[in-house]
């Protein structure tokens, strides 16, 4: 599958279908981004490994900032400079592990 990079209009679409992410950098560093917090430094980085598990099943890899209470978790796709569908499929999957089904509904 070939990715393209999505241009401004579909971006702002994409972005309303998801609550609490938004844009982040500009040129090569251009991003969707949202950070989640959590009560405690364990708690946070079990939330950034279960991103990097599933970073690994997408084969997509994300940019992480880790706080002692918080994670940001930053999608784009490097060989596009840009934006792709497949990061905001990776976003909502992002949100989906806490969710009290997990990603899998």
Same mark, same amino acid.
């Given at each position: 599958?070939?990715?393209?990079?999505?241009?401004?209009?579909?971006?702002?679409?994409? %972005?309303?279908?998801?609550?609490?992410?938004?844009?982040?950098?500009?040129?090569?560093?251009?991003?969707?981004?949202?950070?989640?917090?959590?009560?405690?430094?364990?708690?946070?980085?079990?939330?950034?490994?279960?991103?990097?598990?599933?970073?690994?099943?997408?084969?997509?890899?994300?940019?992480?900032? %880790?706080?002692?209470?918080?994670?940001?978790?930053?999608?784009?796709?490097?060989?596009?400079?840009?934006?792709?569908?497949?990061?905001?499929?990776?976003?909502? %999957?992002?949100?989906? %592990?806490?969710?009290?089904?997990?990603?899998?509904?």
């Amino acid at each position: 599958m070939t990715r393209q990079a999505l241009g401004p209009a579909q971006i702002i679409g994409k %972005l309303a279908q998801l609550e609490g992410w938004k844009l982040f950098g500009d040129g090569p560093t251009f991003a969707i981004e949202k950070t989640f917090r959590f009560k405690n430094y364990l708690a946070t980085l079990s939330f950034a490994n279960a991103v990097a598990f599933l970073a690994e099943q997408q084969d997509h890899h994300p940019d992480m900032l %880790l706080g002692y209470s918080s994670c940001s978790v930053r999608w784009r796709t490097h060989d596009v400079h840009g934006v792709s569908v497949t990061d905001f499929s990776c976003a909502a %999957l992002t949100d989906a %592990l806490l969710q009290p089904n997990g990603p899998e509904g």
